[in-house]
Each structure stands twice: as C-alpha cells, then as structure tokens.
C-alpha cells in the first residue's frame, strides 16, 4: 500500500478533510456550479486537506456505459481542465486515487490520465491507483502535564467498486475494509451517496498486555451529477449531492464528521 506523510503545524487546533470525487467532468450531467462551490470552500479554509478519490473525470469511450457522443470535453479537454481547476488547492491535497471512469483511458491505452493530472500539479509522490494510506500529524499535545508532540491520524481512501440497489448495499464494502487495515478513517466513493458513521472496536495492546475501545469513522462521498443519462434510463434514484466534511481534532484523538 502506498503510505503518505502529511505534516501540517503545530498551531492548528483542528483539521478539515474535504473529499473531491465523482466529478465527473465532461459528463452534460454535471453540476459545474457545485464542484466550483466545492473547491471555492476549500480554498477559503484555513484549516482545509483535500483527498481526490476518483472518477474526477467522465471519460467516456466507446465501448462505455457512459455515452461519448454526449460528453462535453475530450479526455484531453478533461485533464487540462482539471489541472487549472485544482490548480489554487494544489497544496492542500494530501492525497489522490483514481476511479473506474478514468481506469477506461488506462485498460485502453494504457495512459493512467489520473497520473498525468497529479503530476502536472505536482502531487505525484501523494498518488496511487489502487488506494493511499495518510498519515497526518498537527496540533500540539500535552497529557497531565507531558508534552506529547503532534497529533496523529491515520486515513484509508480508495474509490470503490461494485454497485448497490439499496442503502445497506452501497456501504457494505466500506464496512468490511476493517478487516483490510487498520485505520481511524475509511474513505470510499463510486457509489454516489453520502454517508458518515461511527463504530467502535476492541484493539489489543501486547506491549501492555491490555485492550482499549476505539472508534473508527466511515465515509461515504455523495456525487454531482443533476439526473439524467444512463443513470435515469437505468432506474435508479438520483444521487445525493451531499458531501461529508471530515474535523479531526488535535486536543484530543476524535474524527468526526458533517454532511
């Protein structure tokens, strides 16, 4: 797995994590004033991380559901958009993956067009096809008196796959990463609907001989796409344009998080 250093200073009381997927640039279904809306807030937050998780991109081919008849950009058209458009959070993001729209372009061409954007932005070292783990640090913490240093988190993101009917369907597969890694966070997109959970879990410490109860936040992504398309002819319901806005605070160990 691809493992990522995010370090932010030591004055930050809190963090916020924004996660940009299911775009769907070039797609005539696509929200532009909502993904415009979307980069502007976290542009304007000082505090404010973003993780890329796929499918920033329509690309639609020929042999995809996706119509390419419709689209309203090139791929080429897609990447040069999204490079100016990323262009003022560029220092932001902490990490990225790509989605099964633009997986099309690579099982193709083999061009990982996500790639291509990431090192245009020159975010490359914080890419990975398959999924990232984050390691971000801020704040400055002391406990009874002992000065501690940073804060810590530990993030899982990867976009998803496969698809489901009901709400119990689409986060199953978000679920079971528990028994992927270890994290405090797991981040999933692909399925177009917001969600943000908490369960707790029993960890064991065999340098204590002892367990402790911790908490681990789930988190699904909404998309931006109005409806319409094949998502209309195929049944199935709008998808929601909420987006969960991950706080982590550096006080004490707590994520949680807001639709």
Request: glycine share 8%.
């Amino acid at each position: 797995m691809h493992c990522i250093k995010a370090d932010r200073p030591k004055e930050w009381q809190e963090a916020r994590v924004y996660v940009l997927a299911d775009l769907h640039i070039g797609d005539p279904q696509c929200d532009y004033a909502e993904c415009c809306r979307r980069v502007e807030t976290i542009k304007n937050d000082p505090n404010g991380l973003c993780v890329l998780n796929g499918d920033l991109m329509n690309t639609a081919t020929k042999t995809s559901i996706s119509d390419i008849y419709e689209e309203t950009m090139s791929p080429d058209q897609q990447i040069d958009f999204m490079c100016k458009f990323l262009f003022p959070i560029k220092d932001k993001i902490i990490g990225a993956t790509t989605g099964n729209h633009e997986e099309r372009i690579r099982r193709l061409d083999g061009t990982d067009i996500t790639y291509r954007m990431c090192r245009e932005l020159c975010i490359a070292d914080k890419y990975s096809a398959d999924g990232i783990v984050i390691f971000l640090r801020f704040g400055d913490v002391s406990y009874h008196g002992k000065h501690k240093g940073p804060q810590w988190y530990s993030l899982y993101s990867t976009h998803g796959c496969g698809s489901g009917r009901t709400v119990g369907g689409k986060f199953n597969k978000l679920v079971a990463l528990q028994s992927v890694i270890d994290v405090d966070v797991y981040i999933q997109s692909h399925v177009h609907a917001a969600a943000a959970f908490p369960q707790d879990f029993i960890r064991t410490s065999p340098m204590t001989s002892s367990v402790k109860q911790v908490r681990k936040l789930f988190i699904s992504t909404g998309g931006v796409q109005d409806y319409g398309g094949y998502g209309q002819r195929a049944m199935y319901t709008p998808s929601s344009k909420a987006n969960p806005v991950i706080t982590l605070l550096a006080s004490k160990k707590l994520a949680t998080a807001t639709l």
